[in-house]
């Protein structure tokens, strides 16, 4: 089969979608022989030679049987809801350009990065007889809405009814979790028979539980220590605010370290107010590349994923299948019916604390603290849920729904 692929975010881009997407197309290729191009943007993460602004709005290049249309977009830091707009927009004009250079694909496929680039796909899968799939990585406009560094109701207006138009004219869509199905059948009005749900994953082969005692920890003195952990994106809808305020409550905790992980547009305001608030039980850490996740991720005792309350369906943490693999115990403070928080109670890998409540989600760390039996025990629980989430059953089930849509596409 020939399928295209349409979102910025792909490899060598640090995002979480880009990485994903870049193992299933990667995976289709070598795996069932497919054809896969994706109309991918520029990596914010990129060198700096690669950085430089080019004339040509497309380049082309291979990256492991992956043929890549790149859109040549602006290459702005998002921290301001500006500098995301000029690359999401540069990004739609360039990969306009891109898709009249694809072929004749049998299934295209959007993701919601930017959220209007279905429409460029479902336009490109009609020119060209092909069938669309439309990837609910995020649901917008709640997530853009629930951000708090965007509030523009004209915007999200348009934004809403490009969602509910892309969902009404998809052969079939695809939801990362139930909580996130039940949302876009009831609330957005998605044909049930065409929505499937098909989680992200974690790669249980690459990702396996290790010793806490490696080169991660005894470069950065934690070996002796207990390691509660947030890995990932420290951005606007983790609501990592309630971690900083749950450090305060744990000082007493002599072995305690709360290690935020990443980088994101809110990690230097916690960084200040950690420092404002003199938690030296609060350590922050740059993005680790994929391969040191091994050593990192066996430095935690205990995880965090966290969600701002109100927010769960609409955004599926991806973090928690790693997690899984890892075989560590994790704390969902997010709502009672979002995905993490719904594996933490059915696999008994975790425990749920309210989104927003830092006095509970002190308690679920005390109690893994002060309770090791108990964190081994989850951990066993978690390494054994995540195959259920590995890499291989995802892939399989893309290729499966892609397979079952080759057939002539029915009339816009």
Not at 141 to 148: K, M, Q
Not at 278 to 299: C, I, T
Not at 355 to 366: K, Q, S, T, Y
Request: aromatic content about 8%; glycine content about 8%; some cysteine.
């Amino acid at each position: 089969m020939n399928l295209c692929f349409f979102n910025r975010s792909y490899w060598p881009d640090q995002a979480a979608t880009g990485q994903l997407l870049t193992e299933l197309s990667e995976d289709l290729v070598a795996r069932f022989g497919h054809q896969v191009t994706v109309v991918a943007g520029r990596a914010l993460n990129a060198a700096r030679a690669d950085r430089e602004w080019r004339l040509s709005p497309v380049t082309r290049e291979q990256h492991r049987g992956v043929t890549i249309h790149r859109a040549n977009g602006t290459l702005f830091r998002p921290s301001q809801i500006g500098a995301r707009i000029a690359n999401y927009a540069s990004y739609f004009t360039s990969a306009g350009v891109a898709s009249l250079g694809i072929g004749r694909p049998d299934v295209v496929i959007s993701l919601t990065d930017p959220p209007i680039v279905g429409l460029l796909a479902l336009f490109t899968a009609r020119r060209t007889g092909a069938r669309f799939v439309f990837l609910c990585e995020d649901i917008f406009p709640e997530v853009a809405s629930l951000v708090e560094d965007f509030e523009n109701s004209a915007l999200n207006a348009a934004l809403d009814r490009v969602n509910r138009y892309l969902l009404r004219h998809a052969d079939a869509v695809v939801a990362l979790g139930d909580r996130m199905r039940r949302r876009l059948v009831e609330e957005k009005g998605a044909d049930p028979s065409r929505v499937r749900v098909i989680h992200n994953w974690a790669d249980c082969e690459a990702i396996v539980p290790g010793p806490k005692d490696n080169c991660f920890t005894r470069a950065n003195g934690l070996t002796n220590r207990f390691v509660v952990m947030h890995s990932g994106n420290v951005g606007l809808s983790q609501n990592l605010d309630v971690l900083i305020d749950a450090a305060g409550r744990l000082r007493s905790l002599d072995r305690l370290t709360i290690a935020i992980v990443g980088d994101g547009s809110k990690r230097a305001a916690l960084q200040q107010m950690a420092e404002a608030r003199g938690l030296d039980n609060v350590r922050f850490f740059p993005y680790q590349p994929k391969e040191m996740l091994h050593d990192s991720f066996s430095a935690a005792d205990v995880f965090i994923v966290s969600l701002k309350a109100g927010i769960e369906g609409y955004i599926v943490p991806s973090k928690v299948y790693g997690i899984l693999a890892a075989g560590r115990p994790f704390v969902a403070a997010t709502d009672p019916t979002a995905e993490p928080a719904v594996i933490a109670r059915e696999s008994g890998a975790g425990l749920v604390a309210d989104a927003g409540d830092a006095e509970a989600l002190a308690d679920a760390i005390v109690a893994l603290y002060q309770n090791p039996e108990l964190a081994k025990e989850m951990g066993m629980r978690a390494r054994q849920a995540a195959h259920q989430f590995d890499r291989k059953v995802a892939i399989q089930a893309y290729h499966d729904l892609f397979t079952g849509l080759a057939r002539p596409a029915r009339p816009a």
